[in-house]
């Protein structure tokens, strides 16, 4: 059956959604110069036409290669090298460049936070201290405890790589959207992985700290098995919104889009809601 709308359509570029911290968390999709409330969306119908590629360093109209970059972009720029996913393998604070001394600076000698977050398992993971809570957000976490505050970013990251030896450094994306989330003691995990802890990182490990994130994400209804929505093969795209969770839109029928996966898109997004989001 052929759906209505009421004209409300947006075009623009795919990039993460924006996020507030809030119960439940508030997510927004910067389309064009359009800010949309995407909680506002849930319960309605939403299509999704993929219209084309855009680069979000040069603009380009290549295929995107990888986060939402064009292959030169990605293989060039100082916020797609290596330690951006291997935090061990900063070098700013001996001065020793990648790509981009002033950008490595700036991003690694800063406070970095090395966590135990619950998503599908606990997990262990790192982040700038200016990215929390958005970085458990966005990899879908129930909670998240910091147990280890840094200087900046080598250090977390010989941290992360002490403990992943004991404790998972990965989230099952599948089990999290599914919300079937292993319970356990994030407070009883971070004691018994002190001891491993390395030894010049072990003055900034936070053993009293009893602040424990909890998140509540806006889902209606969790799919019971993950189809993930491929827009170079369904160019066009239409089901009912039922949650948000990470940076994942989840529809009836248990179709699941990754956001952020498919930063660089460009995407017409239309839905039959008689009242604009905010």
């Known amino acids: 059956m052929k759906s209505e709308y009421n004209l409300v359509m947006y075009k623009g570029v795919l990039t993460k959604m924006r996020t507030e911290f809030d119960s439940p968390i508030n997510y927004f999709l910067q389309l064009g110069e359009n800010t949309l409330n995407v909680n506002k969306l849930l319960g309605e119908r939403i299509k999704i036409e993929f219209t084309g590629y855009q680069c979000l360093n040069c603009s380009s109209h290549r295929k995107i290669y990888r986060m939402g970059y064009c292959y030169d972009c990605f293989y060039n720029l100082p916020q797609t090298a290596d330690w951006i996913i291997k935090p061990e393998l900063s070098t700013a604070h001996l001065g020793i460049e990648h790509r981009d001394l002033s950008f490595e600076k700036e991003v690694q000698i800063a406070p970095h936070i090395v966590y135990l977050a ?64 292993e319970q356990g003691d994030l407070f009883e995990f971070r004691d018994k992985l002190s001891k491993y802890i390395p030894e010049e990182v072990k003055p900034y490990f936070l053993p009293d700290n009893t602040d424990k994130w909890t998140l509540d994400f806006p889902v209606y209804q969790y799919p019971t098995k993950i189809k993930s929505l491929n827009l170079t093969k369904t160019p066009i795209f239409e089901e009912r919104l039922v949650g948000i969770k990470g940076q ?26 008689t009242s604009l989001p905010d």
């Open 248 to 273: 994942y839109l989840l529809f009836e029928n248990d179709i699941v889009f990754n956001v952020r996966g498919n930063e660089g898109f460009v995407v017409k997004l239309s839905f039959s809601n």
């Open 118 to 181: 619950l998503s599908s398992n606990i997990k262990v993971g790192v982040t700038r201290k200016n990215q929390v809570p958005t970085r458990w957000i966005d990899q879908g976490a129930s909670a998240a405890l910091e147990i280890v505050e840094t200087p900046n970013r080598y250090l977390a990251g010989i941290a992360e790589v002490a403990l992943k030896d004991f404790v998972a450094d990965k989230t099952n994306w599948r089990k999290m959207l599914k919300n079937e989330v």
